[in-house]
T-cell receptor, first 114, second 115 residues
Framework: GNSVTQMEGPVTLSEEAFLTINCTYT??????LFWYVQYPGEGLQLLLK?????DKGSNKGFEATYRKETTSFHLEKGSVQVSDSAVYFC?????????????FGKGTHLIIQP | KAGVTQTPRYLIKTRGQQVTLSCSPI?????VSWYQQTPGQGLQFLFE???????NKGNFPGRFSGRQFSNSRSEMNVSTLELGDSALYLC??????????????FGAGSRLTVL
């Protein structure tokens, strides 16, 4: 079945540091890939998405490229801020929709220190 | 426009009781999905409703059920509560059917504690 693997953390960085959160997946076909972010006490918000190989999703300075050859969708940001502290989830949906909803990774807790 | 609204936000129940959680999707959204979030298992898909019909269901026991009304509002019910049902229950809505590129908009969740 489908699965998503990501580093769980916590990942602690200083403000303005470079961020990479690794995400790899297992799926048949051509899934769509997502990064969601969850701030304390809130639900999940879509951060970015990519629907086909080599697509790059970007939003708020975050980027991720859909790499089918390495089945990866790593999240990057050049300079993090304290306000980026949150839990980040990598997710996939089966191509063409599916009977099993979104498949999420376990989440990566990111802590940015001033 | 208003986001996805879930009620209640917090609730405490005891083992053996049942609970009903409510979700009002974004206006115009016809698909509602439910997810359970726990520290151990992470986010797991419960079920999805579209036009009052359950289209997809995750791997949960029959104690977990749901329904959707004609105005797209949805409820989920958990009967005979167990300690392991303590979790954050998240509802998400989307415009049309759940397809690869459709974006889910999540509510803030209902946090259930079972004592």
């Amino acid at each position: 079945g489908n699965s998503v693997t990501q580093m769980e953390g916590p990942v602690t960085l200083s403000e303005e540091a470079f961020l990479t959160i690794n995400c790899t997946y297992t799926a048949t076909g051509y899934p769509s890939l997502f990064w969601y972010v969850q701030y304390p006490g809130e639900g999940l918000q879509l951060l970015l998405k990519a629907t086909k190989a080599d697509d790059k999703g970007s939003n708020k300075g975050f980027e991720a490229t859909y790499r089918k050859e390495t089945t990866s969708f790593h999240l990057e940001k050049g300079s993090v801020q304290v306000s980026d502290s949150a839990v980040y989830f990598c997710a996939l949906s089966r191509s063409g929709g599916g009977a099993d909803g979104l498949t999420f990774g376990k989440g990566t807790h990111l802590i940015i220190q001033p | 426009k208003a986001g996805v609204t879930q009620t209640p936000r917090y609730l405490i129940k005891t083992r053996g009781q049942q609970v009903t959680l409510s979700c009002s999707p974004i206006s115009g959204h016809r698909s509602v999905s439910w997810y359970q979030q726990t520290p151990g298992q992470g986010l797991q898909f419960l079920f999805e409703y579209f036009s009052e019909t359950q289209r997809n269901k995750g791997n949960f026991p029959g104690r977990f059920s749901g329904r959707q009304f004609s105005n797209s509002r949805s409820e989920m019910n958990v009967s005979t509560l167990e300690l392991g049902d303590s979790a954050l229950y998240l509802c998400a809505s989307t415009l049309a059917g759940f397809a690869g590129a459709n974006v889910l908009t999540f509510g803030a969740g209902s946090r259930l504690t079972v004592l």
